[in-house]
């Protein structure tokens, strides 16, 4: 499949794992009003490509994401008003959760993560980062509100460390030994330029496993987050079943007796 080729994205396959790059590195990687565009084009692409079964997303140069770019939105004389509306409306489209992508999708942290650019965190079915990764939430020091990413954040970690974050600013970093303490990120890549190749193994470890089944598992798990306990359960059985009488149930079990590798469908 041949993808769209972006201006500030980098939209590629290795093998069975898709991979977005986020490319303004001259800007920290910061998201003006094209990038929010490109996203939704490069997810999408990715998600409707039958070769791709996971998705990475990572960063160029010394930072992942600083989110929105407040110079644009300070300087262009309608980039407020744009993500003004788009914000409204939600009409949000950078994330996989946004573009409802129901294939695994791992971000990979390089340096520096703040701002919106926690959405990817929060977003994501798992977060890796190098150990020199630094987050923080500068908002409130720059007068906007922290909101969107750090409520999905508090699914994933602990409330206080959300709140301190948010009311700290861009005057308290925390480093990835931290992250990790507290549930942001599942593991540290140690040297820091090994980052990709980590990401690239563990994606293509996922990628070995039923595309149904993990869309199906996918699919329950996030909707827990939306839901009751009673509800999220009753939702989740039924992705249960959903699998049963699929081709993957009956080659799983089958591949493992014969020992070889499963042939899962494409499709999921």
Not at 90 to 118: E, M, R, Y
Not at 158 to 187: D, T, W
Not at 210 to 227: F, H, N, Q, Y
Request: charge should be negative; hydrophobic fraction near 45%.
């Amino acid at each position: 499949m041949q993808y769209t080729k972006l201006e500030h994205l980098i939209v590629e396959r290795r093998g069975q794992v898709g991979w977005i790059l986020n490319n303004r590195p001259d800007q920290l990687n910061a998201m003006n009003a094209l990038m929010r565009d490109e996203f939704a084009t490069a997810w999408d692409e990715l998600n409707e490509d039958p070769e791709v079964r996971v998705i990475v997303h990572s960063g160029v140069g010394r930072a992942f994401q600083t989110g929105v770019d407040v110079t644009e939105i300070a300087s262009d004389g309608q980039g407020m008003q744009r993500y003004r509306d788009s914000v409204e409306n939600w009409d949000l489209h950078f994330t996989s959760w946004h573009q409802n992508v129901w294939k695994p999708v791992i971000t990979a942290v390089n340096g520096i993560c703040c701002g919106g650019g926690f959405h990817w965190v929060a977003d994501a079915d798992i977060v890796i980062a190098a150990s020199d990764a630094q987050f923080f939430d500068p908002h409130v020091s720059v007068g906007q509100v922290v909101s969107i990413e750090a409520i999905a954040l508090m699914k994933k970690m602990p409330v206080e460390a959300v709140m301190r974050m948010a009311f700290m600013g861009r005057y308290e970093r925390m480093g990835a030994a931290r992250a990790f303490e507290l549930g942001m990120i599942s593991e540290i890549v140690d040297p820091p330029d090994q980052l990709h190749d980590r990401a690239q193994a563990i994606a293509e470890t996922i990628a070995k496993n039923s595309p149904a089944a993990m869309a199906a598992t996918k699919k329950a798990l996030w909707g827990a987050l939306e839901a009751g306990l009673t509800d999220a359960c009753k939702a989740g059985a039924e992705h249960l079943v959903s699998m049963w009488g699929h081709p993957d149930q009956a080659e799983g079990p089958l591949a493992f007796a014969e020992k070889r590798p499963a042939n899962w469908q494409l499709d999921s």
